[in-house]
C-alpha cells in the first residue's frame, strides 16, 4: 500500500507527452528512438509507432525537457513535431494543422502519414547528392584521369556518409553502438582508408537507395489501412431546420445532430435511420458485397454507399470512434503487436550484429598475423563483413508480412489482432461455431404452435408465451413477441419476470407459477402430455427449436421456431474440411434440434450445453486441439476467451471489435476458413522471408570471406535482401478469401468511386 502510494506520488511528477515522428521505416528504427529515449532522466514508459509515426512517453519536465526529447530524436535521424502536451503553455500554438482535433482530422486524412514525393525528403536529397557527386567523379576518371577522380570519388562518398555517421555517433553516445548507421560508417571509413574511395562511394549510395526503398514499401503497406479511412466522405449535409440543409464537415458532426443523405451519396457518419429506406452497400467497412436494405431505425456505418432512397439520420457515434476509424485503429494497434517469431527475430539481430562485427575484426587480424596474409586485402575483405552484418531485411521481414496481411485482411472484413493471433490462427486444427447467430442468421421464426389439448386456444398459449417472454432479450422471445403481435394477440399480464440462462423464463400471472422454455427443463414445473412430448419430438427432428409455456404446474402447449443456417454455413463448414480443419457446432439447444441442424451442414455438434458448458466444451477441445472459437461476440465472451483464438462474427457490435482476438465483419461462415487461409499465407509469407534474408547474408558471408565477392555487391545484396522481403511481403496485398479464382471478392475491394 505504501509503495503504491508512493509510486502514485513519483507519478503524479510525470506527464504524458506526445510527437510525431517522420522517417520511420522499420521496427530497428522505433528500438533506436526507444532504447535511446529510455536512457534519458525522468522519462518512462516510452512508445513509439511506426505506423502511426508517433512518439508518446512520460516525462519529468524537471529532470529533462520536451525539447532535449525532440532534439534527441532529431540527432537520431528522424524528423519531429511535438503533437500535443496535457496543459501547457508550450504546445504549439497553432502549429499543426488542427490543434485539439487531432484524432478526427489525423484519421480521416491521414495527412502526416500520406508519403511525401521521395526526392523532397531528407535521404532522397542525400540519394540525389551522392548520385550526382558519383556521377562527376566517374565521369572525370575516365576523362581528366584516376588521380583527380580519387578526390571526387572521397567527396562522393563522404557527401553520403557525413549525415549516416551523425546518427550512428547520436546513438553511440547514448548507448547504443551496434546500429545500422555504425556499421556503415566504420565500413565506408575504413575503406576510405585503405583508398577503396571509389567502391566506398558505391556503397553509400546503395544505402541511401536502401533507406528509399524501404520507406516505399512501409508506406504501401500502411497506406492499404488508410485508404479505409478515405471512405468517409469529408463533407455532410446537416440538417438545420426542417427540410433545410447546410453543407459542414463531416469532421465535426456530433451525436444527435441531423444529417441527409441522397442516393449515390455515401454516409458521412455512424448513424441510426430515422426516415426512409435505401438499399446500402456496407462493403468500405465490413467488405460484404452484397448492399442490404436498411430502413427506419436501423443502424448504419459512416463510409457505406447509399443507394436509392433519400435518409435522414441521427448521428449516433463521433467521428473518431464510428466503426471504421475503430477498426483502423485496430489494425494499426494489431501492426504493432509483435508476434513470437517477431521477438525471436528481435532477439537474434541483437546477437548477430556484434557477432558479425566480432566475426570482421577476426578476420581483419587473424589471417595476416597467423598465416601471413596480406593485411590490406583482408582488412578490406572485414569492411565487407560489417556490411553483411546489417540485419535490415531480417529485422523489416516478419513485420512486412504482418502489415500487409492485416491490412489486406481488414479490407475483406477479417480482422486479427496482431502476429501472435495470426500465429495462432495458423495452426489452428479446429473451429468451434456457437450455433444461434453464427451458423445460423440468429433470427428465429415461430412455425408451429401446438396446444396439449382442445381445451387450450392457440390464441392462449401466444397470450401467455409472449406475456412471459415480453421482457426477455432472447432472440426465441423476441420471435415469440414478434409473432404474437402479427397475430393480433394481447400478450398477458405477468409479474416477477425473470429469465433463467439457458432455460428460459419464469414468472407469476395472477399469483400462479408459469414458465416458457426448454422442454427438458419442464420437467421441473411440471407435467408433459405424452402426445405433446411426442409432438416436440418430431418438430425438433425437423431441426426447429421447441419451447412449452407451463401454468401452474401443467404444459399448456409447445411454440416451435425456426433458425435459418445462413446460406454458406454448409460451404463454410466445407471450405473448412478443405483445409483440414475439423467444425464443431456447440449449441444450448437440445440434441435432437441440434443434430437435424449438423446433419444439414455435414459439422459435428455439442448440443444441449449451458452457457458455463460452453466454456468447458471449449476448455476440453482447446486442450487437444488448437481451437478456434467463433461466436457472435454479445454473452459467449468466456467462451471466446477460453479458445486459443475467439473471433467474434457480426459487424459494429463493439464487444465483437473489443474483446475478441479477430473478428469477421461479414457475418460469413465462410470466413472462418478464410482467416485461417490468411494466416497461414502469411506464416508460409515469414518462412519465406526469413529465409530469403537469412540464406542471402549466409551466401555473402561466405563469398566475403573467401574473398570472392568485395563491399559493394555486400551492400546491394542487403539492400537487394531488404527489397525482396518487402515486395515478397506486399503480395499479402493481393490475397482473396474466397480462393485464387474469387473474382467477387476483388469487386468488394476495388476502389468505390468517390460520392462527391
Ligand atoms: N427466453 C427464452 N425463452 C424460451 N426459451 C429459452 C429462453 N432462453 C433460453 N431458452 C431455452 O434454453 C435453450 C438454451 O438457451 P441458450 O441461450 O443457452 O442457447 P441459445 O443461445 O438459444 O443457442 P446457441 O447455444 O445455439 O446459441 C434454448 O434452446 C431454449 O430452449
Ligand atoms: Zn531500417
Redesign the pocket.
Known amino acids: 500500500m505504501a509503495q503504491d502510494a508512493a509510486q502514485e506520488a513519483e507519478k503524479g511528477a510525470l506527464q504524458r507527452h506526445q510527437w510525431r515522428v517522420e522517417g520511420m521505416d522499420c521496427p530497428s528504427c522505433a528500438g533506436k528512438i526507444r532504447g535511446a529515449l529510455e536512457r534519458l532522466d525522468g522519462v518512462a514508459d516510452v512508445k513509439v509507432s511506426v505506423m502511426q509515426g508517433s512518439l508518446a512517453l512520460d516525462l519529468d519536465t524537471g529532470r529533462t525537457a520536451p525539447e532535449d526529447v525532440a532534439s534527441l530524436v532529431e540527432r537520431l535521424g528522424y524528423g519531429v513535431r511535438r503533437q500535443s502536451a496535457q496543459d501547457d503553455a508550450e504546445a504549439p500554438s497553432g502549429a499543426g494543422c488542427c490543434a485539439g482535433r487531432d484524432h478526427a482530422d489525423h484519421f480521416r486524412r491521414g495527412d502526416d502519414a500520406s508519403p511525401r514525393r521521395w526526392h523532397a525528403t531528407a535521404k532522397g536529397r542525400l540519394v540525389l547528392a551522392t548520385g550526382v557527386a558519383l556521377g562527376v567523379a566517374t565521369l572525370l576518371r575516365f576523362t581528366v584521369g584516376a588521380e583527380i577522380a580519387h578526390w571526387a570519388f572521397l567527396a562522393a562518398c563522404l557527401i553520403g556518409l557525413a549525415p549516416v555517421a551523425r546518427r550512428a555517433v547520436s546513438a553511440a553516445r547514448v548507448g547504443m553502438p551496434f546500429t545500422i548507421e555504425m556499421l556503415m560508417t566504420l565500413a565506408a571509413g575504413g575503406a576510405l582508408i585503405i583508398g577503396a574511395a571509389e567502391e566506398a562511394a558505391m556503397v553509400v549510395l546503395l544505402f541511401a537507395i536502401g533507406e528509399i526503398l524501404e520507406g516505399v514499401a512501409a508506406d504501401r503497406a500502411r497506406s492499404g489501412i488508410r485508404a479505409l479511412a478515405d471512405r468517409v466522405p469529408r463533407e455532410a449535409r446537416l440538417e438545420v431546420a426542417p427540410g433545410e440543409t447546410r453543407t459542414v464537415d463531416a469532421a465535426h458532426l456530433a451525436v444527435g445532430q441531423v444529417v441527409v443523405v441522397r442516393p449515390g451519396d455515401r454516409i458521412p457518419a455512424d448513424a441510426t435511420i430515422l426516415e426512409g429506406r435505401s438499399s446500402i452497400d456496407e462493403s468500405p467497412v465490413t467488405g460484404e458485397s452484397v448492399p442490404r436494405d436498411r430502413g427506419e431505425g436501423d443502424e448504419v456505418f459512416a463510409g457505406s454507399i447509399n443507394h436509392d432512397g433519400v435518409l435522414r439520420l441521427r448521428v449516433a457515434r463521433p467521428p473518431e470512434d464510428n466503426t471504421i476509424a475503430r477498426i483502423i485503429r485496430l489494425v494499426e494497434e494489431a501492426q504493432e503487436a509483435r508476434a513470437p517469431t517477431e521477438r525471436f527475430i528481435d532477439r537474434f539481430s541483437r546477437v548477430y550484429m556484434p557477432a558479425v562485427v566480432g566475426l570482421a575484426v577476426l578476420v581483419a587480424v587473424v589471417p595476416p598475423l597467423a598465416l601471413g596474409g596480406e593485411w590490406g586485402e583482408w582488412t578490406y575483405r572485414a569492411l565487407a563483413l560489417l556490411l553483411i552484418g546489417c540485419p535490415c531485411a531480417l529485422v523489416i521481414s516478419v513485420p512486412a508480412s504482418i502489415a500487409s496481411s492485416l491490412s489486406s485482411g481488414a479490407r475483406h472484413g477479417l480482422l486479427l489482432k496482431g502476429g501472435a493471433v495470426i500465429e495462432a490462427a495458423a495452426r489452428t486444427e479446429a473451429v468451434a461455431f456457437?450455433?444461434?447467430?453464427?451458423?445460423?442468421e440468429?433470427r428465429?421464426r415461430v412455425t408451429d404452435v401446438v396446444p396439449a389439448s382442445d381445451a387450450v386456444a392457440v390464441q392462449d398459449l401466444i397470450a401467455l408465451?409472449a406475456g412471459?417472454?415480453r421482457d426477455?432479450?432472447?432472440?426465441?422471445?423476441q420471435a415469440?413477441v414478434a409473432h404474437a403481435e402479427a397475430q393480433q394477440v394481447a400478450a398477458s399480464r405477468v409479474s416477477e419476470a425473470r429469465?433463467?440462462?439457458?432455460?428460459?423464463?419464469e414468472a407469476l400471472i395472477e399469483g400462479r407459477r408459469a414458465f416458457?422454455?426448454?422442454?427438458?427443463?419442464v420437467a421441473d414445473r411440471g407435467t408433459l402430455a405424452k402426445a405433446l412430448a411426442a409432438r416436440i419430438e418430431e418438430l425438433e427432428a425437423e431441426g426447429k427449436?421447441?419451447?412449452v409455456a407451463v401454468e401452474d404446474g401443467v404444459a399448456l402447449g409447445a411454440i416451435a421456431l425456426r433458425d435459418e443456417p445462413r446460406p454458406d454455413a454448409e460451404a463454410g463448414v466445407q471450405a473448412l474440411s478443405a483445409l483440414g480443419v475439423r467444425s464443431v457446432?456447440?449449441?444450448?439447444?437440445?440434441d435432437r434440434?441440434?443434430a437435424a441442424i449438423a446433419g444439414r451442414l455435414g459439422i459435428e455438434r455439442r448440443?444441449?450445453?449451458?452457457?458455463e458448458g460452453?466454456v468447458e466444451a471449449i476448455r476440453e477441445l482447446a486442450g487437444h486441439e488448437r481451437t478456434m472459437m467463433i461466436?457472435?461476440g454479445i454473452?459467449?465472451a468466456p467462451a471466446l476467451a477460453s479458445a486459443q483464438v475467439g473471433v467474434a462474427m457480426g459487424s459494429g457490435t463493439d464487444v465483437a471489435l473489443e474483446t475478441a482476438d479477430g473478428a469477421l465483419l461479414r457475418n460469413r461462415v465462410g470466413d472462418a476458413a478464410a482467416l485461417i487461409r490468411l494466416a497461414r499465407a502469411t506464416m508460409a509469407n515469414i518462412r519465406q522471408n526469413i529465409a530469403i534474408a537469412l540464406g542471402l547474408k549466409g551466401l555473402f558471408l561466405v563469398t566475403t570471406v573467401l574473398g570472392i565477392t568485395g563491399l559493394w555487391l555486400a551492400i546491394l545484396a542487403d539492400t537487394g535482401a531488404t527489397v525482396l522481403v518487402t515486395l515478397n511481403a506486399l503480395r499479402l496485398l493481393r490475397f482473396a478469401p474466397g480462393g485464387r479464382d474469387s473474382t467477387e471478392d476483388n469487386e468488394a475491394v476495388a476502389p468505390v468511386p468517390a460520392a462527391n
Open positions: 456457437d450455433k444461434t447467430g453464427t451458423l445460423t440468429g428465429p408465451a412471459l417472454e426477455a432479450s432472447h432472440p426465441l422471445a415469440v429469465a433463467v440462462p439457458g432455460q428460459g423464463v416458457v422454455g426448454a422442454p427438458r427443463h427449436t421447441v419451447i457446432m456447440l449449441t444450448g439447444d437440445n434440434t441440434a448440443a444441449g450445453l449451458m452457457p460452453k461466436g457472435d454473452n459467449d
